[in-house]
């Protein structure tokens, strides 16, 4: 079974940071796209960014981009998610999922597939 927990959420003033986590068992990251996804209240899920667990290859949305990136670290089958000169609109709860692919457009990957083996999210608040 494959099991996905995002970590690092909390309380951030606007202009700050956070790294997000999500770790991973029952799966090789290698054969992944992980994506990150987030829900504010009253809002639909979006898709921020995703990553390419066998080279890297990454996506991110255009609300977001120049302020957060993504990493991995294949010997922790982790997937980080940097976020930095948060802003109050960035206030979500943010989540991790995977979707079983190795090749193919990064993008269209992120945004055309459906994903699975949803963490249980981590929030974060950007106060102004």
């Known amino acids: 079974e494959v099991l996905l927990v995002e970590s690092g959420g909390g309380l951030v003033q606007t202009g700050g940071s956070l790294r997000l986590s999500c770790a991973g068992s029952g799966l090789t990251f290698a054969d992944y796209v992980i994506g990150w996804f987030r829900q504010a209240p009253g809002k639909e899920r979006e898709r921020v960014a995703c990553i390419r667990g066998i080279d890297g290859g990454s996506y991110v949305t255009d609300s977001v981009k120049g302020r957060f990136t993504t990493s991995r670290d294949a010997a922790k089958n982790t997937m980080y998610l940097h976020m930095n000169n948060l802003k109050p609109e960035d206030t979500a709860v943010y989540y991790c999922?995977?979707?079983?692919?190795?090749?193919?457009?990064?993008?269209?990957?992120?945004?055309?597939?459906?994903?699975?083996?949803w963490g249980q999210g981590t929030q974060v608040t950007v106060s102004s």
């Open positions: 999922a995977a979707v079983a692919r190795t090749w193919g457009s990064i993008d269209r990957v992120c945004l055309r597939y459906e994903f699975g083996s």
